[in-house]
């Protein structure tokens, strides 16, 4: 397992509330990130631009890496990505935006499954203190 913390950043705000509401649970990122990204992994997602201040979301435990082509994305890793989109065209077009250059459907892209760890009295998980209502 890589050594040291991980983050998982966004760089667009606009992620912030789809991640905060659990309608975000997976990033697609260009190349193989297995060597980066394990299963059990616990990283901190985070929301902000390179070189300058993130706002950390939550703690999250990697669930899955998986590689393959652009091409070969179903439609659940698109929806889990981002929930807007459905289609592979949509997520290439969106790919090439953030990473500012062209990018072929055979691309090797890394899905990064995640699942937010609730803290005991944060959030209202498992771990959380039964009301005394």
């Given at each position: ?22 309608r ?32 950390k ?26 929930p ?30 995640f ?19």
């Open positions: 397992m890589p050594d040291g913390l991980y983050a998982l950043n966004f760089y667009s705000p606009f992620f912030a509330d789809q991640l905060r509401r659990g975000k649970t997976a990033t697609i990122r260009l190349g193989d990130k297995r060597d980066k990204y394990e299963r059990s992994q616990v990283v901190w997602v985070t929301v902000g631009s390179r070189h300058s201040r993130r706002e979301i939550f703690s999250a435990v990697i669930d899955e890496v998986s590689v393959k082509r652009l091409s070969e994305l179903s439609p659940r890793d698109i929806e889990r990505d981002n807007e989109f459905r289609r592979v065209d949509e997520t290439r077009a969106f790919l090439e935006q953030i990473y500012d250059r062209p990018i072929e459907p055979d691309a090797v892209v890394s899905v990064i499954h699942s937010q760890i609730v803290e005991p009295g944060i959030g209202g998980g498992f771990g959380s203190v039964p009301s005394p209502n």
